[in-house]
């Protein structure tokens, strides 16, 4: 009996030195003065964990091309961090009448992106949750889906019609517009057909 407790807790020892690492970090005075300023100010509970959220971001942005600085690559997509404002502007020197259809080109260009670098098949409704994870990851707000809804909360875009173009285009469906100001809802009505697309 005690030879089998002795064996376990060997057991759990080696498997905790495998997995376990230990690093050092040498760190520029200026930078630990941040990371020191990040945990006094309470944004970070400590060095261990800012690491850690780093290293999440680094995977779930996946940031494996990134020329530092301004020039960042997810598979075929080069990504580029954006004012809000300026996205605003652009838009709105955009007739309304055009907002679907350029909102629908842009979540082609979205699903072909998706579907070529990270391998997923947006137009399958059981990918969905993932195609929803890397929206918000990249900063284009939070993705729900209730029965027939879609629900976009916190959106970067406050257009209804080039929200349900984007998604249209992104997740092949088409959509009613069921709210004017976010959270945006929408109902999905049913496949697209090749004419809508043209």
């Not at 349900?164 to 285009?169: D, I, K, M, Y």
């Amino acid at each position: 009996m005690q030879e089998n407790k002795e064996k376990k807790l060997e057991e759990m020892i080696k498997k905790d030195e495998e997995s376990t690492k230990r690093t050092t970090i040498i760190l520029e005075k200026e930078e630990r003065e941040f990371i020191d300023s990040l945990i006094r100010e309470g944004k970070e509970p400590g060095i261990k964990p800012l690491i850690s959220k780093m290293l999440d971001v680094y995977r779930s942005m996946m940031i494996y091309d990134w020329r530092f600085p301004g020039e960042y690559y997810c598979g075929i997509s080069r990504i580029a961090f954006v004012n809000v404002e300026l996205i605003n502007i652009l838009i709105q020197h955009i007739p309304k009448e055009k907002w679907r259809e350029i909102g629908r080109k842009m979540g082609e260009a979205a699903k072909v992106s998706m579907e070529t670098s990270l391998g997923i098949q947006t137009g399958e409704r059981e990918k969905w949750q993932e195609v929803f994870k890397r929206l918000r990851v990249q900063g284009f707000g939070d993705f729900y889906l209730k029965d027939k809804y879609l629900l976009v909360k916190t959106p970067f875009i406050n257009e209804t019609d080039i929200w349900a173009g984007f998604l249209e285009g992104l997740l092949v469906i088409e959509l009613d517009v069921k709210t004017d100001a976010p959270p945006f809802v929408f109902e999905i009505r049913e496949k697209l057909d090749s004419t809508l697309n043209e």
